[in-house]
Structures are given as C-alpha cells and as structure tokens.
C-alpha cells in the first residue's frame, strides 16, 4: 500500500486498539495481581523495588512482562520484515491475529497463575504498540497514554497561540485516543468483575473487528488507486 492510503494509520482503527489497549491493563492490574500489561516503566521500578530489598524471585514477577514486552516489539518487526511483500495480508494484519491468539490462550490460564498470563498479555501489548504507532500521519500509542497526553496537550497549546485548525484537530485526536483508552479500562473492570479470567475475550472481539476492518480499508485504498 502506499503511504498516502496507510489504512493503519486511520482514526477508526487507532480508536478501536486503544480500547483494546485500556482493557488488557485493566484486566492484568485486576486479575493478576496489580501488574500492568501496557506500563512497562512501572513494572521496571516495581522490579527493582524488589531487588533493593533483596526479593530477587519477587524482581522476576515484574521482569517477566517487561522482557515479553520486548520480545513483543521484535516479534512484530519480524513479522514486518517476512510479510512486507505479501498479496494476501497486510503485515499489520497478521500482528493483529497473533495478538488475538495470545490473549484468547491468556483466557484460559486460571487467576493463580499470573505470571504466565501476564507475560502473554505484555508479549500481546509489546506488538501492538510497535505495529500501530501512528494515527492520520501523527505518532501515537496504543497501549499506553503518556505520549498521547503530551502531544494532545502541546498541539491544543500551538492552536490556542496560532490559531491553526490543523493543531487544533491534531490535539482533539489525541484526547480522543485518550478517551478510548479509558473506556476500553472501564469495561475491562466490568466484564472482570462477571466473568473473571475469561474477560480478556472481550479484547479479543475488538482486535478481530480491527483485524477485518483492515480489509475494508484495503479495499477502498485499492479503488482510489484505480481512479
């Protein structure tokens, strides 16, 4: 696809992973034991809280996702670099059905067993942050909203001086990823409190509709292509 029809970068898509992204560390944090999925840098000082205290086996509770974080963001460039040429998925369709892979396998790992089911869950999370990083040409995240914050706050900041539209869209974009993220917590709260460990299935229903509706935009940008 061209870079001008990038359908990853459309804003219907950046909504519905951020939702997805608010409901896995929502669902970590209150099904397995207060651990972040998505916010690998309070899981780094947590980790080494514990190895200052000399809690070494406590330390690799926290190391665990954050290392499967990471083989998460390689594994999607990996699979960026064998699928790029491919016809019949778009490589970030590919990482999209992977992710709903591991967390459909993180729906069955029973409430003791956190470790396991939060290392998936960050594994899950490291590739969607590196698969979808931008929203209409502009760098986001997915799972995590620090970034977002910055750049919605420091857009509506140069429109409130320069009374540019565009910064003012740019802002609004970025708050309203933010919203999702948060509504995507919200009901991750909910369906954890009626259905437990099976809960991250929800998720799961999201990243399929993301998954499909890549192919709808592959469509249209084929035919703006042809005109």
Same mark, same amino acid.
Request: hydrophobic content about 50%; proline content about 1%; glycine content about 6%.
């Given at each position: 696809m061209q870079k001008t029809l990038q359908v990853s970068e459309s804003l219907e898509l950046g909504m519905i992973l951020a939702i997805s992204g608010g409901f896995m560390d929502a669902y970590s944090y209150l099904c397995h034991d207060k651990v972040f999925a998505n916010a690998q840098t309070g899981n780094i000082i947590l980790m080494m809280l514990k190895l200052a205290k000399g809690n070494y086996l406590g330390a690799t509770f926290y190391l665990c996702p954050v290392a499967a974080f990471a083989i998460g963001i390689a594994l999607a460039d990996i699979i960026r670099h064998h699928m790029k040429n491919r016809d019949l998925f778009h490589w970030r369709q590919?990482?999209?059905? &992977? @992710?709903?892979?591991?967390? &459909?396998?993180?729906?069955?790992?029973?409430? %003791?067993? #956190?470790?396991?089911? #939060?290392?998936?869950?960050?594994?899950? !999370?490291?590739?969607?942050?590196? +698969? /979808? *990083?931008?929203?209409?040409?502009?760098?986001?995240?997915?799972?995590? !909203?620090?970034?977002?914050?910055?750049?919605?706050?420091?857009?509506?900041? @140069?429109? $409130?001086?320069?009374? =540019?539209?565009?910064?003012?869209? %740019?802002?609004?974009? /970025?708050?309203?990823?933010?919203? !999702?993220?948060?509504?995507?917590?919200?009901?991750?709260?909910? /369906?954890?409190? *009626?259905? *437990? @460990?099976?809960?991250? $299935?929800? &998720?799961?229903?999201?990243?399929?509709?993301? /998954? !499909?509706?890549?192919?709808? =935009?592959? @469509? #249209?940008? %084929? %035919?703006?292509? +042809?005109?």
């Open positions: 590919l990482s999209v059905l &992977c @992710e709903a892979i591991l967390l &459909c396998i993180v729906g069955f790992i029973p409430l %003791k067993y #956190n470790l396991p089911a #939060n290392s998936l869950t960050s594994l899950a !999370c490291g590739i969607q942050v590196e +698969s /979808f *990083r931008k929203v209409q040409g502009n760098g986001y995240a997915t799972t995590m !909203c620090i970034g977002n914050l910055r750049s919605g706050t420091s857009a509506l900041t @140069e429109y $409130w001086y320069s009374r =540019d539209k565009k910064a003012a869209e %740019k802002g609004l974009i /970025f708050y309203l990823i933010i919203f !999702c993220f948060a509504v995507g917590a919200v009901l991750g709260s909910f /369906f954890v409190s *009626r259905i *437990r @460990e099976h809960a991250i $299935w929800i &998720c799961v229903i999201f990243l399929t509709v993301a /998954f !499909c509706l890549m192919f709808i =935009d592959r @469509e #249209n940008a %084929k %035919k703006k292509q +042809s005109a």
